[in-house]
């Protein structure tokens, strides 16, 4: 059963040689046989594995009772966070196997363990996840990447730091912004590989969050890169930290969330986009992911949009999810706007159908440094093989360098 290798999936680790299973960055101690269906779950990578090999290359070939099996499957998903109601991680197709239902990276371990990394591009360098422990003792992932000064990027929605690093929508803005700066992001509170579970249900947590992985940035001021509600984040730390924020890079985000906004459409956009969540999250083929991919990746190529799908059940619960949906729907920054001192770069599609561009509009004229870019597109998500991903990163870059 030992294979020299490392799978990571989910927000899980599993180290073949070591027999090391870690959820969330911690060690979870599980009996040989719940590691070894784990193990052959993960080597499959999504193929499904059928409860003969199963019992082949677990029990040796000998017969054992249907509730077995059923006992380890049980138990290595309660290993994972998972569970046979959602089966978020671990799906169980009847009569025939189990097969992982979430993307899964692997690693050589002999080749990490017994040699360094090779040398690599600047901004390409190996990822490596840490943790930091916010305020109210909840533990955010983060990872640097890249070369020269520190550059925030504050936590999303909808991401997982690994499967970022994988991903053909988001790692091409890693690697744009890690040519000049070392990239500091994080899986905010609820979402990837940072805790699920959390207590609060403000704007202030998600700050905090923010500030403790600066904290592990460095002292100084240094800028910022976000987007979504992301942006209504880094509003608030400025504002309340000034002497942290050197510049801020919004993109296509919002000051008032649907709730906020004084109308009774966004009111009732918002309590739809929350039931979608709930019925739909992670389920191919349902109105809530036709509606999903529609409004935020209106242009996406078939593997863009694969991957988002994948990424919802990895990065977070339908009911994380949608509780998340539900807090960052009530943020509201509109009365810290005038106390932000940082030049701000707003950018934001004229299209964009998540959020709208009436709101960097207003955060423009409110904002006592702000610069507005309006961008030809109906993508909330960035997308690299569009003409206005190119735009974004270019007056990114002439921003950061102090040339706006």
Excluded at 244 to 253: E, H, K, N, T
Excluded at 383 to 393: K, Q, V, Y
């Amino acid at each position: 059963m030992v294979a020299r290798m490392r799978y990571r999936f989910a927000d899980c680790e599993l180290d073949a040689e070591a027999h090391d299973l870690r959820h969330l960055g911690r060690s979870v101690h599980v009996e040989p046989q719940v590691f070894d269906l784990l193990l052959i779950v993960a080597e499959a990578g999504g193929d499904l594995v059928s409860y003969d090999a199963l019992m082949a290359r677990i029990w040796d070939g000998r017969i054992v009772s249907d509730a077995t099996v059923a006992t380890r499957i049980s138990a290595a998903r309660a290993a994972i966070g998972d569970d046979g109601r959602r089966q978020a991680v671990i799906r169980t197709v009847p009569r025939r196997g189990v097969q992982m239902c979430v993307p899964v990276v692997r690693a050589p371990r002999a080749a990490e363990d017994a040699a360094p990394a090779p040398p690599t591009a600047p901004g390409l360098a190996r990822q490596e996840i840490r943790y930091a422990r916010s305020a109210d003792g909840v533990n955010i992932a983060y990872a640097a990447t890249g070369t020269g000064p520190p550059l925030l990027r504050v936590g999303h929605w909808l991401t997982h730091l690994d499967l970022d690093w994988q991903s053909p929508i988001w790692r091409p803005l890693l690697d744009r912004l890690g040519r000049h700066h070392t990239v500091y992001r994080y899986d905010q509170r609820g979402t990837g590989m940072s805790d699920r579970d959390f207590p609060g249900h403000g704007i202030d947590e998600f700050v905090a969050d923010l500030k403790a992985v600066a904290d592990r940035a460095g002292a100084g001021p240094m800028p910022i890169f976000t987007a979504s509600q992301g942006v209504s984040v880094a509003l608030k730390f400025a504002a309340d930290h000034p002497d942290r924020v050197s510049r801020l890079v919004l993109y296509a985000g919002y000051a008032q969330g649907r709730y906020r906004r004084g109308t009774e459409t966004a009111r009732q956009e918002a309590k739809a986009h929350l039931e979608l969540v709930r019925t739909g999250w992670g389920q191919p083929d349902t109105p809530f992911l036709k509606l999903f991919t529609q409004i935020y990746l209106a242009n996406g190529t078939r593997d863009q949009v694969q991957h988002l799908i994948q990424m919802q059940l990895a990065s977070a619960t339908p009911d994380g999810a949608a509780r998340l949906r539900d807090v960052i729907d009530h943020f509201d920054v509109s009365d810290v706007l005038e106390r932000v001192q940082a030049p701000v770069l707003l950018l934001h599609g004229r299209g964009d159908a998540v959020h709208p561009f009436e709101q960097s509009q207003m955060m423009a004229r409110r904002l006592p440094n702000a610069v507005l870019v309006p961008l030809d597109t109906d993508d909330h998500v960035p997308l690299p093989h569009t003409p206005a991903w190119e735009t974004l990163m270019a007056e990114t870059e002439r921003f950061l360098d102090g040339q706006v």
